[in-house]
Protein backbone atom coordinates (compact mmCIF):
# COMPACT_ATOMS: atom_id res chain seq x y z
CA UNK A 1 0.00 0.00 0.00
CA UNK A 2 1.34 3.06 -0.98
CA UNK A 3 1.54 6.53 1.00
CA UNK A 4 2.12 9.89 1.24
CA UNK A 5 1.26 11.38 4.29
CA UNK A 6 1.56 15.04 5.03
CA UNK A 7 2.34 16.95 8.18
CA UNK A 8 3.07 20.34 9.68
CA UNK A 9 0.68 22.63 8.60
CA UNK A 10 -1.15 24.54 10.89
CA UNK A 11 -2.16 28.68 11.16
CA UNK A 12 0.66 30.99 11.17
CA UNK A 13 1.11 35.10 11.17
CA UNK A 14 2.39 36.64 8.14
CA UNK A 15 6.17 36.78 8.10
CA UNK A 16 6.47 33.54 10.19
CA UNK A 17 7.86 30.14 9.05
CA UNK A 18 6.80 26.68 9.14
CA UNK A 19 8.00 23.12 8.68
CA UNK A 20 6.08 20.73 6.29
CA UNK A 21 7.18 17.02 6.26
CA UNK A 22 5.99 14.07 3.84
CA UNK A 23 6.68 10.51 4.89
CA UNK A 24 6.66 7.96 2.48
CA UNK A 25 5.97 4.15 2.14
CA UNK A 26 4.76 1.38 -0.16
CA UNK A 27 7.38 2.67 -3.00
CA UNK A 28 11.09 2.74 -3.71
CA UNK A 29 11.64 6.70 -2.38
CA UNK A 30 14.87 6.67 -3.79
CA UNK A 31 13.64 6.34 -7.17
CA UNK A 32 11.41 8.95 -7.50
CA UNK A 33 11.19 12.64 -7.95
CA UNK A 34 9.47 14.20 -5.30
CA UNK A 35 7.42 17.77 -5.33
CA UNK A 36 5.10 19.71 -3.29
CA UNK A 37 2.21 21.09 -4.85
CA UNK A 38 -0.54 23.52 -3.42
CA UNK A 39 -3.83 24.09 -4.24
CA UNK A 40 -5.60 27.27 -2.51
CA UNK A 41 -9.53 27.87 -2.34
CA UNK A 42 -11.31 28.33 -5.50
CA UNK A 43 -7.91 27.55 -7.31
CA UNK A 44 -5.93 25.11 -9.50
CA UNK A 45 -3.27 23.08 -7.69
CA UNK A 46 0.07 24.27 -8.70
CA UNK A 47 3.89 23.23 -8.39
CA UNK A 48 5.66 24.82 -5.63
CA UNK A 49 8.94 22.43 -5.75
CA UNK A 50 10.54 19.63 -6.36
CA UNK A 51 13.61 17.61 -5.25
CA UNK A 52 14.36 14.38 -7.95
CA UNK A 53 15.66 11.06 -8.08
CA UNK A 54 19.15 12.83 -9.13
CA UNK A 55 19.37 15.50 -6.41
CA UNK A 56 18.33 18.42 -8.60
CA UNK A 57 16.11 20.64 -6.74
CA UNK A 58 13.73 23.11 -8.80
CA UNK A 59 11.38 25.93 -7.55
CA UNK A 60 8.29 28.17 -8.85
CA UNK A 61 9.24 31.46 -9.08
CA UNK A 62 7.18 32.89 -6.35
CA UNK A 63 8.77 30.59 -4.00
CA UNK A 64 12.61 31.08 -4.70
CA UNK A 65 14.55 32.49 -1.64
CA UNK A 66 11.88 32.01 0.61
CA UNK A 67 10.97 28.23 0.57
CA UNK A 68 13.36 25.07 0.52
CA UNK A 69 13.03 21.35 -0.35
CA UNK A 70 15.02 18.72 0.77
CA UNK A 71 15.07 14.98 0.93
CA UNK A 72 16.47 12.17 3.37
CA UNK A 73 16.37 9.15 1.59
CA UNK A 74 17.10 7.24 4.65
CA UNK A 75 14.23 8.62 6.06
CA UNK A 76 11.75 8.31 3.38
CA UNK A 77 10.97 11.76 3.52
CA UNK A 78 10.58 15.05 1.99
CA UNK A 79 10.54 18.41 3.42
CA UNK A 80 9.27 22.10 2.73
CA UNK A 81 10.80 24.63 4.57
CA UNK A 82 8.81 28.15 4.11
CA UNK A 83 9.91 31.24 5.15
CA UNK A 84 8.37 34.72 5.02
CA UNK A 85 4.87 33.20 4.80
CA UNK A 86 2.50 35.66 3.20
CA UNK A 87 -1.66 35.85 2.99
CA UNK A 88 -1.71 34.55 -0.14
CA UNK A 89 0.48 31.14 0.88
CA UNK A 90 -2.69 30.26 2.64
CA UNK A 91 -3.70 27.02 0.70
CA UNK A 92 -3.60 23.21 1.56
CA UNK A 93 -0.21 21.39 0.30
CA UNK A 94 0.15 18.38 -1.07
CA UNK A 95 3.27 15.85 -1.54
CA UNK A 96 3.94 13.95 -4.75
CA UNK A 97 5.80 11.30 -6.09
CA UNK A 98 6.84 10.29 -9.58
CA UNK A 99 8.54 7.53 -11.19
CA UNK A 100 9.59 7.37 -14.65
CA UNK A 101 9.92 4.11 -15.76
CA UNK A 102 10.74 2.01 -18.94
CA UNK A 103 6.73 0.88 -19.09
CA UNK A 104 5.17 3.79 -17.79
CA UNK A 105 4.69 6.37 -15.34
CA UNK A 106 3.78 6.29 -11.68
CA UNK A 107 2.02 9.37 -9.68
CA UNK A 108 1.64 9.35 -5.52
CA UNK A 109 0.00 11.94 -4.36
CA UNK A 110 -0.95 12.48 -0.66
CA UNK A 111 -4.48 13.76 1.01
CA UNK A 112 -2.30 17.38 1.94
CA UNK A 113 -2.00 19.49 4.76
CA UNK A 114 -3.47 23.11 5.27
CA UNK A 115 -1.64 26.04 6.10
CA UNK A 116 -2.97 29.24 6.73
CA UNK A 117 -1.65 32.61 7.04
CA UNK A 118 -3.34 34.90 9.04
CA UNK A 119 -2.98 37.55 11.16
Known amino acids: QVQLVESGGGLVQPGGSLRLSCAAS????????MSWYRQAPGKERELVATATSAGSIKYADSMKGRFTISRDNAKRTVYLQMNSLKFEDTAVYYC?????????????WGKGTLVTVSS
Open 96 to 108: NARGRFLLGDMDY
Open 26 to 33: GFIFSSYA
